[in-house]
């Protein structure tokens, strides 16, 4: 069974960087696309970005909102994907999820896939 982890949200001011990583225990990440999502209060969950599974195409998009600011990335060693947010702004705030899915290559409607696996959140907050 695979479980995902969350880590490196925090405070931080409006352009300054954050990486998450969503480490994997119980499987291997490299077979899965990996989906990061966030929410922030009272608004629906968004797409930030989506990395397919290892392979000679790996996929890789962004949600319109953080295209040219937020990169993704993936550590096979470490079983691990990491989502390196720049030039944060206020918006960004809100808990960030990594997700997991089986036999999907991402796309442009990455947002609109169901994944099979999630993780617990990291808090995010952009604020002076």
């Known amino acids: 069974q695979l479980q995902l982890v969350e880590s490196g949200g925090g405070l931080v001011q409006p352009g300054g960087s954050l990486r998450l990583s969503c480490a994997a225990s119980?499987?291997?990440?490299?077979?899965?696309?990996i989906g990061w999502f966030r929410q922030a209060p009272g608004k629906e969950r968004e797409g930030v970005s989506c990395?397919?599974?290892?392979?000679?195409?790996?996929?890789?998009y962004f949600g319109n909102s953080v295209k040219g600011r937020f990169t993704i990335s993936r550590d096979s060693a470490k079983n691990t994907v990491y989502l390196q947010m720049n030039s944060l702004k206020p918006e960004d705030t809100g808990v960030y999820y990594c997700?997991?899915?089986?036999?999907?290559?991402?796309?442009?409607?990455?947002?609109?896939?169901?994944?099979?696996?999630w993780g617990q959140g990291t808090q995010v907050t952009v604020s002076s």
């Open positions: 997700s997991a899915r089986e036999g999907y290559v991402c796309s442009g409607l990455f947002y609109k896939v169901s994944y099979d696996y």
């Open positions: 119980g499987s291997t990440l490299d077979y899965y696309t």
């Open positions: 990395i397919s599974s290892r392979g000679r195409n790996t996929n890789i």
